[in-house]
């Protein structure tokens, strides 16, 4: 098939709302400088509320709703520790967020 059919297919595509949108995921080794790390959140009251404030934190890389003790999964992308202990000082400070469990990504084993 010729680049402008598919060019042409996928503007139809785009403007009838079938494709929303775009990303580009990077191999985690391709940031070699930046701190990676999971807060495990656990949430008493309104978690939309939570999820809201979590989702305007620029630390925050992805969240996630999640079952067991913890109500919440942040994935959390920094460029230092000081950085991550202001992540983590403004999401525990977030009203609704009653406690946290944080641990540092060491090393992928298949990703």
């Known amino acids: 098939v010729s ?3 598919i060019n042409n297919r996928m503007a139809r595509l785009q403007r009838d709302g079938v494709i929303v949108g775009y990303t580009v ?4 080794d391709s940031t070699p400088d930046e701190i ?4 495990s959140i656990r949430v008493e009251g309104r ?3 939570v999820v809201s ?3 305007g934190e620029p630390g925050v890389a992805a969240l996630h709703d999640t079952n067991g003790r913890w109500d919440l999964l942040a994935e959390l992308h920094v460029a230092n520790l000081t950085e991550m202990s202001a992540v983590l ?3 525990r400070k977030v ?3 009653s406690a946290t469990e944080t641990s540092i990504h060491l090393r992928t084993y298949r990703g």
């Open 47 to 49: 978690q939309n509320a």
């Open 36 to 39: 990676r790390a999971w807060a």
């Open 53 to 55: 404030a979590l989702l």
């Open 95 to 97: 009203p609704g967020v």
């Open 89 to 91: 000082e403004r999401i």
């Open 3 to 5: 680049r402008g059919t």
């Open 25 to 28: 995921r990077l191999r985690p």
